[in-house]
């Protein structure tokens, strides 16, 4: 009892039936025969603190046990009636705040005065919690469609600690181009050495053109870009540069997000993270063609096995085939932009590794698939191979899921056996 209300004078507590009581306590117990100072070192308080509840309540009761108003029973500088008025007023038709109000209208109260007017006749704004914004956001990010909205950044990849090494052996870009699409999540990215309009054309050329070959519309995508330089965002060019390009010869839309705002491009933003402590920080190469096949393998995994926590743990694999979206949509082989950017055959060339681009490297983070022998794979992959030359003009598919994902992680080279050769 003494150690709650020692806590209750020095406002630990709030309850106020619980301290009405305890000053009941004290002053009973000072009541049945113990002087003022005695209470005071029992309930350790201040011995005017027993003195003024006693005479409280030998004065008014019980009811003198309670708590006072201590508001001053005159204001003399109280905001007259005309003026709080003007102010309801002025906050409805312009909803400025309280610092605006005063500077728009030259009111002639304080700030503090117009924001205390504002909250007394419930016309202040409740702040939304962020988590409360983000879980609206994901609610306007459902509504889109796979590919409608695909958000394109670059990432230097020269920075990394643990990477730069091999960075600088093997002499490997500089740049990655990363392409995510808003819906479905899925990842896509390039390589190149120069941050230029003519690598991230063409990339965004072979991205969308890789799009197009699986049913998606240009007119129904939307690419999304900051305002660097690379995205020709530093000037306004009308007839030519990324904007146009993507306009005029492909068809597709294209949006700038506000300058120094990089949460509008969170999703690909945000993929960075994820692809630097994923893949970047952990892998080692000998090669550059080992540095692709790895960087092909990560995304392959990323795009048909990683669920997404924010996409409710589902994969982009799961979510486009939602939409009865090939699967095959999803597999892009990342390149070095500059060893195709000035030779068309080059181009046609690269567009036909889906089927033959791996040789034994994986990305180590591709797991093996369980409950299934090799055997039994090797035996299903043979069935797929025969179906395939016998459909050789047909766009065969395997229908089993199991099957499929079974080749995929237990040998990442079958992937386009069993899955994505057209």
Same mark, same amino acid.
């Given at each position: ?266 999703? *690909?933003?945000?993929?960075?993270? %994820?692809? /630097?402590?994923?893949?970047? &920080?952990?892998?080692?190469?000998? =090669? #550059?063609?080992? +540095? ?42 990342? *390149?070095?932009?500059?060893?195709? %950017?000035? /030779?068309?055959?080059?181009? &046609?060339?690269?567009?036909?590794? =889906? #089927?033959?681009? +791996? ?64």
């Amino acid at each position: 009892m003494k150690l709650m209300y020692r806590n209750i004078v020095n406002n630990q507590l709030k309850n106020k039936s619980l301290i009405y009581d305890l000053r009941r306590e004290m002053v009973d117990y000072c009541l049945r025969g113990h002087s003022y100072r005695d209470t005071a070192e029992f309930f350790e308080v201040n011995f005017k603190t027993v003195a003024k509840w006693v005479k409280r309540y030998k004065e008014e009761g019980l009811e003198g046990l309670k708590d006072r108003r201590r508001a001053p029973k005159v204001v003399h500088n109280k905001t007259k009636k005309e003026v709080g008025d003007l102010v309801v007023s002025l906050r409805k038709q312009s909803h400025f705040g309280a610092k605006r109000l005063k500077e728009e209208f030259h009111l002639p109260i304080s700030t503090g005065a117009i924001y205390r007017i504002i909250k007394q006749n419930g016309l202040v704004r409740k702040q939304r919690k962020k988590w409360k914004t983000k879980r609206d956001l994901r609610e306007i990010k459902k509504r889109l469609k796979p590919f409608e909205r695909i958000q394109v950044d670059i990432k230097h990849i020269d920075d990394i600690p643990e990477f730069y090494p091999f960075y600088k052996a093997l002499n490997l870009p500089r740049y990655q181009i990363t392409a995510r699409d808003v819906r479905s999540g899925a990842l896509y990215f390039f390589y190149t050495r120069e941050k230029s309009v003519a690598a991230t054309i063409m990339a965004m050329k072979i991205l969308l053109t890789h799009l197009f070959n699986y049913g998606i519309k240009a007119e129904d995508i939307t690419i999304q870009t900051d305002n660097g330089a690379e995205f020709s965002g530093i000037k306004i060019h009308h007839n030519r540069g990324f904007r146009a390009y993507l306009k005029k010869e492909i068809g597709v839309n294209h949006m700038y997000i506000p300058p120094r705002y990089p949460n509008a491009n969170a999703d *690909v933003e945000s993929s960075h993270k %994820l692809i /630097e402590d994923e893949f970047y &920080k952990i892998e080692s190469v000998k =090669r #550059k063609r080992e +540095f692709l096949d790895k960087a092909y393998t990560y995304q392959a995994y990323f795009n048909l096995y990683r669920n997404n926590s924010y996409k409710e743990d589902k994969t982009p694999k799961d979510i486009i085939q939602e939409y009865n979206i090939p699967i095959e949509t999803l597999i892009l082989p990342p *390149v070095i932009i500059d060893d195709i %950017l000035f /030779e068309k055959s080059k181009i &046609k060339s690269y567009l036909k590794l =889906r #089927k033959t681009y +791996f040789e034994n490297d994986l990305y180590h983070h591709v797991p093996d698939y369980p409950g299934i022998s090799e055997k039994e794979i090797q035996s299903r992959v043979s069935s797929t191979e025969s179906k395939l030359k016998s459909n050789s003009n047909s766009k065969f598919r395997i229908n089993n899921s199991y099957t499929r994902l079974s080749a995929i992680f237990v040998n990442i080279k079958r992937i386009f056996v069993c899955c994505f050769i057209r």
